[in-house]
């Protein structure tokens, strides 16, 4: 499977509610960034199905290149 499409080369920040479920683009083609928009439908990709702990501003991964997924860890940083 090939590496997924970069969204952009830095995260896409997001206030998510305690205890709601968020669906993360993991391929990277979502027009709906950083959550799934069901582009992935064909690619061997899926969602990352992530809980939010408490209500606060998430920083989540748009190079899809993150060890933390959903979230960013700087692999953006990284980027060639």
Partial sequence: MELPKIA???PITA???????YHWCACGLSNTQPFCDGSHKG???APVHWQAPASEIK???????????PLCDGSHKKLA
Avoid: D, H
């Avoid at 206030?15 to 479920?21: L, S």
């Fill in 8 to 10: 952009q080369a830095s």
């Fill in 15 to 21: 206030t998510v509610e305690a205890g709601k479920t």
């Fill in 43 to 45: 690619t061997g990709y």
């Fill in 59 to 69: 920083y989540f991964c748009a190079c899809k290149r993150t060890g933390n997924r």
